[in-house]
Nanobody, 123 residues
Framework: QVQVVESGGGLVQAGGSLRLSCAAS????????MGWFRQAPGKEREFVAA????????YYADSMKGRFTISRHSAKNTVHLQMNSLKPEGTAVYYC????????????????WGQGTQVTVSS
């Protein structure tokens, strides 16, 4: 069984920064590609960023380009999402997803999901 655990959410003022972390564990022999998605109250889940298992390929939602950075940590199957210049519309639950195949933006294809971490951006 693979567990995905997010951390790093919280309350931040508009224009501030947060760094989210995500760790996938359970099958130590597998390298996972990972993605971040978010869901605001009353809205559909949306893609934020994704990274291949090697870290060589990254995708970003257009609205996050230049402000968010996804990266792999030295620890296996751990990624970070650095979020800068946060906006109030970024308030949402942020979910991390993992899979042995790099699905990029396609949330429906990811097999493993975390419980989410709340990010609140005050104006």
């Amino acid at each position: 069984q693979v567990q995905v655990v997010e951390s790093g959410g919280g309350l931040v003022q508009a224009g501030g920064s947060l760094r989210l972390s995500c760790a996938a564990s359970g099958r130590t022999s597998t390298n996972y590609a990972m993605g971040w998605f978010r869901q605001a109250p009353g809205k559909e889940r949306e893609f934020v960023a994704a990274i291949s298992w090697s870290g060589g390929t990254t995708y970003y939602a257009d609205s996050m380009k230049g402000r968010f950075t996804i990266s792999r940590h030295s620890a296996k199957n751990t990624v970070h999402l650095q979020m800068n210049s946060l906006k109030p519309e970024g308030t949402a639950v942020y979910y991390c997803a993992a899979d042995s195949v790099f699905y990029g933006r396609d949330a429906d294809e990811y097999d493993f999901w975390g419980q989410g971490t709340q990010v609140t951006v005050s104006s």
